[in-house]
Nanobody, 122 residues
Framework: VQLQACGGGLVQAGGSLRLSCAAS????????MGWFRQAPGKGREFVAA????????YYVDSVKGRFTISRDIAKNTVDLQMNSLKPEDTAVYYC????????????????WGQGTQVTVSS
């Protein structure tokens, strides 16, 4: 299984970016796909996740109302629409996938994309 993320970039505070992650290889039937982020000098933080079967979504409090996660089963993709971006959203963003339920910690996910840089200037 491979996850390929794209869509990062540099944006001013208040702006928007859309990240996309495509899965290839043995796919389909995921329990959940999600996004994490890691800022310089910090640990990897959960951002959002979506149930592959029900499309139920979960967000860290700091992005609720600003970020939206969505998935396309036919294309095996998961997107993260990020609006009203803040400088504190600056990080490398990683997509991830897992086959079973668990906590929203990086160790609970089975597969990871390579990361895409998001930089928000003030």
């Amino acid at each position: 299984v491979q996850l390929q993320a794209c869509g990062g970039g540099l944006v001013q505070a208040g702006g928007s970016l859309r990240l996309s992650c495509a899965a290839s290889g043995r796919t389909g039937g995921w329990y959940e796909m999600g996004w994490f982020r890691q800022a310089p000098g910090k640990g990897r933080e959960f951002v959002a996740a979506i149930s592959w079967s029900t499309a139920s979504t979960y967000y860290v409090d700091s992005v609720k109302g600003r970020f939206t996660i969505s998935r396309d089963i036919a294309k095996n993709t998961v997107d993260l629409q990020m609006n009203s971006l803040k400088p504190e959203d600056t990080a490398v963003y990683y997509c991830a996938a897992r086959w079973r339920s668990g906590g929203y910690f990086s160790g609970e996910y089975d597969y990871w994309g390579q990361g895409t840089q998001v930089t928000v200037s003030s």
